[in-house]
Structures are given as structure tokens and as C-alpha cells.
């Protein structure tokens, strides 16, 4: 049963978020938030506003509400705050429903109360034929795109809004590499600005979140995958009736501590007659690497997998490129060097900026205790344990990297009774230390400054 409200009962409720004064300006889309004296803690603004490339005046109101709501809804399940939208798709809604159920069985720390009220649900239909999806050029969504190239989706991109300079000239880059990439391929793309996708998002107050939900971290954890849907939503509904989401894990794994996206593998998602698909969940990362990337080579040459932004006066050398490579440093960096070299693919051909000696480095990460292996990080290290062959010298990219020593070790390692630092300060310190034993003392400089100061990612 559908319930409405009106402004008296909004100020009757103790704890609640409205969304309100939801307006399209050309292509800006620009939404208050009114939030009770107990929740606005927990948001760092009360405006939200996304910038996208294209005109969004012509949309609907029940359809513009959703890049909001699919930010506050999960705050709002945390807290018990009730949620109050005058206009909204209905299949949003429902959606949104199941979501719920999945994050109560995930997070034990939310709330069982809070409503959300709608005064005007739209049951809304557009019949479109076309596939779109999200593409961050990382190793799940290229692997999305080969696997769905003949249908040549619209591609959707997020980009951060407000940046400093060095960040402003790396997501640029990020721009014409993958305009080039669309125009090559010949399938459109569209980019969406915005500052609340990220971890250091300027409208969640993540930090306060994670802490007082007691979760790894809330924008992984909890927010993203709902984020990155919602804000592409606008972007489908003239064209798209199906958007493809890359996953993270394969079907069968076993989310122990909650996770953005994978509520999609227990979800039938839509808004409108817009369906998500959860793609690629039949196969594990490396599955991924060897069955799908290792036969299309030319679509690796600029995987993004660093979620690091990396200091532009390290890679003076290569600023006239079309795009930054992978620090080949980062503990996200390290996991995926070790897929595609156990999958017979040399990380240099994937933008991977490393050497010889990155086997030891990665030795050693665990060794130290550096290796972060917190949430669902061991699953992807079980599966590279589980494709090591069993003769590493026939591997030519083992030898190429002197990676046979690393592999016999590790095919070995108790990757269950593994104990990492779980002070931030001394495992990172320990991952400087690490870090010098493979790039010395100057580089090591310029990659802290680069990686820690401003986008920490070993965590």
C-alpha cells in the first residue's frame, strides 16, 4: 500500500530525509535535501548535483528523483530515518525494497525501522531495445564490454566533479582516452560528473559512517553500487532497456561482510522497464583474465585498476600520453599484476608501470603483514592460488618476471592463518619499507606523496 505524506507529518517524524525541490537545468540536475537535526551528521552538505553531457529537462520528475535516493536510501536504512519523495518510479521503488531486505541480512548494525512515503508513484515505460553499460575501463567492465561488444552499448562513465588541478588534468585524460576508445569501436559514450561517488565523497560523511555502522568502509561496503546505478539512471531512460553493471565477484561467493554491488546477484533491479544485469558473475577475476581478456589483447592496453590518482610530477615523462598508467605499487595494483601473470599475460601490455622485482615486493607485502586481506580481498587470492599450474617454469611470463620463486611460495601459503597489521600507521609504514626494498628511496618518495597523501588505496 502506497503511503503519502504531507509537510505536518514530515515534521512529526523524529528522524527522516526528504528529497526535495528535484529540478532538471539543462544537463545539471540539482536536488535539496531537508534532513533532521539527528541525521545531518552524517552529510557533510544538503544540496546534491550531478553534472551530465547531455539535456535532462525533458525527464520526468519520478525518474530525476532517483540518483538521490539511491544515495540516502542507504543512510536512511542505517539510522531508521524515514524517507519522503514527492515523485518516484515505481519500479525504483520496489526495487529498492529488496535491496533492504538484502543489507538487513548483511548488516546487523541498521536499523529494522524507517519508512519510505511517496505522494505520486509512475509506473513508467519506455520500451527501449538498445544496451548500455558502466564502464570505468577497469578489468571487470572491459571484460563486460567484449563480452557484450555486438550489441554496441552506450557506454557510461563517472567522473569526479569538483577536483584539484593535477586531479581535473588526470580525469581529462581518463575523457579523451575513452572517447577515443568509444570512437574506435563505434558505440556512444556519455560522462556524468559528480563529487559523491567516491570514497572521499563531499556529500556522505563516510568516514562518521563506516565508523558508527561498524563496516570495512562504507562507500565499498555499502553505498557505491547504488551510487553508480542511480546516477546513470537519467542517462538510460531515452534509450537503454537494459544496463549492464560488471560484477565483482562470481555467483557463487559466499559475501561475508557485505559488499556496493553484490546485492545485485539476489536482486531482480530495474527502475522504469530498465533492467540491470549483474554481469559476468559466472566467472571469477581470473576467469575473467584467461577466458575473455587473454583472447582479446587489444582491449587491455588501458585498463584503469589503480584507484590511486598518482602525482603528476612522477610521471612528467609520460604526460603527453593519453592516459596515466597503474602505479603497479598499490595492494590493488600488486593482486591484479598477479592475475594476469598467472593467466600467461604480461602486465606491461595493461598499462602497468613495474619491473622485474615486483614478485619479491609482493613477497614480501605479506611477509611484512602489509597486505591487507580485511572483508572480501582473500577470495581473489584463493582464486589466483587456485590457477597456479602446476609447473611454474613453463610459464614465459613467470620467467619474464622472475615470478616462479613467488608462485612455488605461495601455492603453499595459508592464506586463512594470515595475520596483517591492522594499525593503519604501522602497516603502512611497513608497506613504505616494502616499497623502498623495490623502489628505492627516491621513487618510494614520490609514490607516497602521490599514493598516501592524497588517495591512500593500501588500507
Keep these: 500500500m502506497l503511503e503519502t505524506y504531507n509537510n505536518e507529518s514530515v515534521k512529526q517524524s523524529t528522524q527522516y530525509i526528504r528529497i526535495s525541490q528535484v529540478r532538471a537545468v539543462g544537463s545539471k540536475l540539482v536536488t535539496k535535501l531537508d534532513l533532521s537535526e539527528n541525521i545531518k551528521k552524517y552529510f557533510?552538505?544538503?544540496?546534491?548535483?550531478?553534472?551530465?553531457?547531455?539535456?535532462?529537462?525533458?525527464?520526468?520528475?519520478?525518474?530525476?528523483?532517483?540518483?538521490?535516493?539511491f544515495v540516502i536510501a542507504p543512510v536512511a536504512w542505517a539510522t531508521g530515518a524515514d524517507i519522503y519523495v514527492e515523485k518516484l518510479d515505481q519500479a525504483s521503488f520496489d526495487s529498492l525494497h529488496k535491496v533492504r531486505q538484502v543489507f538487513q541480512g548483511w548488516y546487523p548494525s541498521f536499523s529494522s525501522s524507517g519508512r519510505m512515503y511517496v505522494n505520486n508513484l509512475i509506473n513508467n515505460k519506455f520500451n527501449n531495445k538498445h544496451a548500455a553499460l558502466l564502464f570505468s575501463g577497469g578489468l571487470d567492465s572491459t571484460t563486460s564490454y567484449i563480452m557484450h561488444k555486438d550489441e554496441h552499448p552506450l557506454l557510461i562513465t563517472l567522473l569526479r566533479g569538483e577536483t584539484s588541478s593535477f586531479e581535473a588534468e588526470y580525469y581529462d585524460k581518463v575523457k579523451n582516452t575513452f572517447l577515443d576508445f568509444a570512437k574506435n569501436e563505434g558505440v556512444e559514450i556519455h560522462f556524468i560528473k559528480s563529487d559523491v561517488w567516491d570514497r572521499q565523497s563531499n556529500l556522505l560523511n563516510n568516514r562518521l559512517?563506516?565508523?558508527?555502522?561498524?563496516?570495512?568502509?562504507?562507500?565499498?561496503?555499502?553505498?557505491?553500487?547504488?551510487?553508480?546505478?542511480?546516477?546513470?539512471?537519467?542517462?538510460?531512460?531515452?534509450?537503454?532497456?537494459?544496463?549492464?553493471?560488471?560484477?565483482?565477484?562470481?555467483?557463487?561467493?559466499?559475501?561475508?561482510?557485505?559488499?556496493g554491488s553484490h546485492f545485485l546477484a539476489f536482486t531482480n533491479f530495474s527502475w522504469a522497464d530498465i533492467k540491470v544485469i549483474y554481469d559476468g558473475q559466472e566467472l571469477t577475476r581470473v576467469a575473467k583474465i584467461k577466458h575473455v581478456l587473454k583472447r582479446n589483447r587489444g582491449y587491455s592496453k588501458n585498463l584503469r585498476i589503480c584507484s590511486s590518482?598518482?602525482?603528476?610530477?612522477?610521471?612528467?615523462?609520460?604526460?603527453?600520453?593519453?592516459?596515466?598508467?597503474?602505479?603497479?605499487?598499490?595492494?590493488?595494483?600488486?593482486?591484479?599484476?598477479t592475475e594476469l601473470t598467472v593467466a600467461g599475460i604480461d602486465p606491461v601490455?595493461?598499462?602497468?608501470?613495474?619491473?622485474?622485482?615486483?614478485?619479491?615486493?609482493?613477497?614480501?607485502?605479506?611477509?611484512?603483514?602489509a597486505m591487507n586481506l580485511a572483508g572480501e580481498d582473500p577470495e581473489f587470492w584463493y582464486d589466483i592460488q587456485r590457477q597456479i599450474p602446476d609447473t611454474v617454469n613453463d610459464n614465459e611470463v613467470f620467467?619474464?618476471?622472475?615470478?616462479?620463486?613467488?608462485?612455488?611460495?605461495?601455492?603453499?601459503?595459508?592464506?586463512?592463518?594470515?595475520r596483517w597489521h591492522t594499525n593503519d600507521t604501522l602497516r603502512r609504514l611497513c608497506w613504505v619499507y616494502c616499497l623502498m626494498k623495490y623502489r628505492g628511496i627516491c621513487d618510494t618518495i614520490k609514490l607516497v606523496l602521490g599514493n598516501v597523501k592524497k588517495n591512500p588505496t593500501v588500507s
Excluded at 217 to 241: C, M
Aim: proline share 2%.
Design 309 to 337: 590518482i598518482m602525482d603528476l610530477r612522477y610521471y612528467k615523462n609520460i604526460r603527453s600520453q593519453l592516459y596515466f598508467k597503474n602505479c603497479g605499487s598499490c595492494q590493488k595494483c600488486v593482486e591484479t599484476i
Design 209 to 259: 559512517l563506516t565508523r558508527d555502522f561498524r563496516v570495512t568502509h562504507w562507500s565499498t561496503k555499502v553505498s557505491h553500487g547504488l551510487i553508480f546505478l542511480g546516477l546513470s539512471a537519467p542517462l538510460t531512460v531515452q534509450k537503454a532497456g537494459t544496463l549492464y553493471i560488471a560484477s565483482t565477484f562470481a555467483q557463487d561467493h559466499k559475501v561475508r561482510t557485505g559488499n
Design 349 to 369: 601490455e595493461c598499462n602497468f608501470d613495474l619491473n622485474y622485482k615486483v614478485f619479491d615486493y609482493a613477497r614480501r607485502l605479506f611477509t611484512a603483514g
Design 399 to 418: 620467467k619474464r618476471y622472475q615470478a616462479n620463486k613467488f608462485f612455488e611460495w605461495f601455492r603453499d601459503f595459508d592464506i586463512s592463518s594470515y
Design 44 to 69: 557533510l552538505r544538503d544540496n546534491f548535483v550531478v553534472q551530465y553531457d547531455k539535456n535532462i529537462d525533458d525527464i520526468d520528475e519520478s525518474l530525476l528523483a532517483i540518483p538521490p535516493l
